[in-house]
């Protein structure tokens, strides 16, 4: 048997026996039910993908689409809602034909989410798709797309319409934010428990939905020579930055009452953190990982108040300038109070009590209106224990590991060399890998709602948070948030839009003796 040929990462063809051709999996014909059908989540995201997905064959045969809210409009009304949605957020490459095959499968209910008789109209929807599929049975997938104060209404209708749930194969998708804090998402995790089994709820973040970030298991568990090193005695700390240069843009109502903790860390930022930190799983299933990253959550230090005042830093943007444009202050943004002290930036050191991880800080930052668009883990490794070598080069950390999640995906390893020449030199050299210069035209980046949608249709629930990982993350954010809304900040605006955030953000790594990546 001739042996697997290696991917040659530059010559950008990939092996010819390598099979790695999209998973085809037979789905069973569904419908999709999306309450808040004509919301902001649905027209720039949710639609655009289910067309993609259609575009691409990704799609059953047999699938319906139901948008369900509450203005009055007709089938064909909402077709062309979102068709307008789609050619503006979709793909960039609108194709009609594709279109027509697609909004044939869309379908209209205006309803009040808490008015039972909405219930029954869908019901009866969902009876007369079912009864018309040829290979059944229906799944039938709720996808909440509303503000979290509709849930419970939702939920409450749901648990008194039989037919909407006993039927058929049914799942829920539920967006974040998942409650406010670790009461209120034991709440809502309670509630949906009346109604759904746990194994049919799928809590969606889509950053799990990202390429990049689903490489990071991959990078740390299929290649043997990192794991070795991946722990106290080799690396110095981490640092993991979530940077976006948008602001709230039309958000202000939903980010007044979030603030950057309850938005981006309570989720996105702790799933990064728990993918690098945490334990090999026993299998690559999703309870397997979803074990390992809970116990991740439950050794993070906890934080007093004395701790949240020395080891996070808040802040919020003022008006500034990005890539050559003035924008406003948070302060300025439409439905914004003027006095608000709501948060945009946030950053802290945190350590993970474990064996692994004693001793080692985890540098967090992440924040709106920030210089540059950037997602990154970089992971610091120690220095050699001897200094033998010289440079004059700069070089602070001969080994650094960076994981570059967005914009652009790629994993780089810096490394010292010798200088050619006479002299004894270190000169700092990077490996790099990335997606794009490595696998030319092989490197579709499934966008993240479609991997996930995809996923929830065919059963896989490995990249959906579980609920006791959603409350466990809770409970290591809660004690920051009520600490910062028991003392309000006096000093905001305290950095300008275009900047990398206040300086108290530079003091609390600046203390160890050690600084934030650049770019
Ligand atoms: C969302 C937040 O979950 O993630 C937004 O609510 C944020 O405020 C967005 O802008 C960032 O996602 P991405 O994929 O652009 O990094």
Known sequence: MPGKPL??????????????????????????????????????KLLPTLYHLCKEDSLPEEYSVIGFASSERTDEEYRELIKKAVQEFGDGQFDIKCWERFSRHLHYISGKFDDENSYKILSGHLEKISKSVKKGPLDVIYYMAVPPAHL????????????????????????????????????????????????????????????????ILFFRFANSIFEPLWNRRYIDHVQITVAESLGIENRGRFYEKAGV??????????????????????GFEADFIRNEKVKVYDTIRPMDAEYIDSFTVRGQYGN??????????FREEKDIPSGSITPTFFAAKLFIDNWRWAGVPFYLRTGKRLAKRVTEISIHFRQPPLKLFSSTCGIREPN??????????????????????????????????????????????????????????????????RQDGIEAMWSVVDPIISRWENT????????????????????????????????
Request: glycine letters at 8%; hydrophobic letters at 35%; aromatic letters at 8%.
């Open 400 to 465: 650094l590991l960076v994981l570059g999640i967005q914009p652009r995906e790629k994993i780089s390893l810096h490394i010292g060399v010798k200088h050619p020449g006479v002299g004894n030199q270190l000169y700092p050299v990077n490996m790099n890998f990335s997606y794009e210069e490595d696998m030319p035209g092989n490197t579709h980046f499934a966008l993240p709602y479609e991997r996930l949608l995809l996923d929830c249709m065919k059963g896989d629930r490995t990249l959906f948070a």
């Open 488 to 519: 309000p900040a006096l000093h905001f605006p305290n950095y300008p839009a275009g900047t990398w955030g206040p300086k108290e953000a530079d003091d609390i790594i600046g203390r160890d003796g050690r600084q934030w990546r650049t770019w």
């Open 152 to 215: 419970r209404d939702i939920f409450n209708n749901l648990s008194s319409c039989d037919t909407c749930r006993e039927k058929y194969n049914t799942r829920v998708i539920v967006e974040k934010p998942f409650g406010r804090d670790r009461s209120s998402a034991t709440e809502l995790n309670r509630m949906i428990a009346k109604v759904f089994e746990d194994d049919r709820v799928y809590r969606i973040d889509h950053y799990l939905g990202k390429e990049t970030v689903q490489n």
């Open 7 to 44: 991917i040659h990462a530059s010559s950008g063809s990939l092996p010819e026996f390598c099979d790695i051709s999209p998973e085809r999996v037979s789905m069973q014909p569904f419908t999709m039910v999306i309450f808040g059908g004509s919301g902001d989540l649905s027209k720039r």
């Open 261 to 282: 903790v309850r938005d981006i860390v309570q989720n996105h930022m702790l799933q990064l953190l728990a993918l690098v930190a945490m334990e090999p799983p026993i």
């Open 320 to 329: 500034g300038t990005i890539n050559n444009r003035e924008v406003p202050g």
